[in-house]
């Protein structure tokens, strides 16, 4: 990515470069000696779970128009990650959820990406498609369409569940493990 104003005084004079006491290169600007540092956007969501099955949008927008995933999205200045996820899963899916735990942290360094899901119950099954989704709907584990799950990060948080689950039912897992991943 690419900066061409400075934010703070306004001029055109960025350059690209290593400030001193740094190792990486940054935007700086010329005139005022503003650094500008770029860093990943977090994107939080949750894996909603009703009895044995999990809670899916159908995506109503781009990117990955018309596929799955989990009720999940951007981060909002000023709101927590667990307030983020909430939020999310209500605007996405019309669904209030009881949040468990961090469940997946997951790095995409090259889309500059942190993914935070949260294991979730709802207490009770009620939802619908938001004005990002086109539908909502449960699946049971063997119904998950997984050719079309939107995202890797998705798709890896999902298996992950489903493996975990059945390993605590199985009781060689005491319960939920924190994961996590870059992909």
């Not at 927008?61 to 709101?79: K, N, Q, V």
Request: aromatic letters at 10%.
């Amino acid at each position: 990515m690419s900066l061409h104003f400075c934010s703070h005084c306004g001029a055109a004079a960025l350059e690209f470069r290593i400030p001193e006491g740094d190792s990486k290169l940054r935007h700086v600007c010329r005139q005022c000696g503003r650094i500008h540092y770029l860093n990943p956007k977090s994107v939080v969501g949750t894996v909603p779970r009703w009895k044995d099955q999990v809670l899916l949008c159908r995506r109503a927008i781009e990117p990955r128009y018309g596929l799955w995933t989990l009720p999940a999205g951007f981060l909002e200045m000023g709101e927590s990650i667990d307030e983020g996820a909430r939020r999310e899963t209500l605007e996405e899916a019309g669904a209030t959820v009881i949040l468990d735990r961090l469940y997946t942290v997951m790095t995409v360094p090259r889309v500059g990406q942190l993914h935070l899901m949260f294991l979730a119950d709802l207490p009770c099954p009620e939802f619908c498609a938001g004005e990002e989704s086109l539908e909502t709907r449960l699946f049971d584990e063997s119904d998950i369409p997984w050719e079309a799950i939107a995202f890797r990060t998705i798709s890896r948080t999902l298996r992950c569940f489903f493996w975990d689950r059945r390993q605590i039912r199985q009781k060689t897992l005491g319960g939920f493990p924190l994961r996590v991943s870059s992909l």
